[in-house]
């Protein structure tokens, strides 16, 4: 990984990864609602509701899965100094937020006529609130410092904190009783959806994680033509001042004529 800590080699590799990012998003999605939307069957007791969950089941896993990658991420940058790490924790923040909000919302359009009520504040949808307040807490906080490095660093330590709410999203319906559905792709002894559901489902989780991608490597993009700029204009601005200082200083060395 240390490879990849010099910015110039890690945009090599990221233009490369963009399109092929782009084109697999692009392709599963059309794939994946296609299937979800036309051609998967209906639920025996959910009915045509149970579509939402093509999009509600994937956006939760995406919500989680930035969550850990930011947590590895900041350990990287706190240990060894990772500069693009830490930029990646700053990029990945947003979208997941984005996608713990989408999962959220279609969470409460799906409960509604399931539960007969938009929110139930059961262990799962709990944890998972908490888990948007910190992506949100994570982003005000890497932006309330003047100095941008410590800013990363504050929100690196509060990524590995609140990575402790990962485990308790995951086991939270085994561990209390709750309205929300146990597993059911993610199972030891396999999936029980069938697979006419299965498959759509899949196929949207590999957009979803396809889209990420794409768009994460454009934010460490502009993150890191941001910090370009920032330095030279720093270079431009200490050089316009050591040029004031020399211009005022000129006129003391001259030596009396005649």
């Known amino acids: 990984m240390h490879r990849f800590a010099n910015p110039a ?8 990864l963009r399109p092929w990012a782009l084109g697999v998003a692009l392709l599963t999605l059309a794939a994946g609602l296609w299937l979800a939307l036309f051609d998967s069957p209906p639920d025996y007791q959910q009915g045509e509701t149970v579509r939402i969950m093509y999009v509600h089941v994937p956006s939760a896993w995406m919500a989680m899965m930035v969550y850990a990658s930011m947590a590895v991420a900041s350990a990287v940058g706190l240990v060894w100094k990772h500069p693009v790490a830490e930029l990646y924790t700053k990029a990945a923040a947003p979208l997941g937020a984005g996608f713990t909000a989408l999962c959220l919302l279609t969470g409460s359009l799906w409960g509604q006529p399931m539960w007969g009520t938009w929110w139930v504040w059961d262990a799962r949808l709990t944890s998972v609130l908490i888990l948007f307040f910190i992506y949100l807490g994570y982003i005000v906080l890497v932006s309330a410092f003047d100095d ?34 146990p597993a059911s792709v993610m199972k030891l002894d396999g999936p029980s959806l069938d697979p006419a559901m299965l498959w759509p489902l899949l196929l949207m989780a590999v957009a979803f994680t396809a889209l990420f991608v794409w768009l994460v490597l454009l934010r460490i993009e502009t993150e890191i033509a941001e910090r370009r700029i920032r330095a030279l204009r720093l270079a431009t601005a200490m050089a316009a001042t050591n040029r004031g200082a020399g211009g005022d200083e000129a006129p003391g060395l001259e030596q009396p004529v005649g």
């Open 9 to 16: 080699r890690f945009l090599r590799l990221s233009a490369a």
């Open 148 to 181: 941008p490095q410590r800013g990363l660093k504050a929100g690196a330590v509060l990524t590995l904190v609140g990575a402790v709410n990962l485990p308790v999203i995951k086991f939270s319906v085994d561990w209390w009783n709750t309205l929300h559905q």
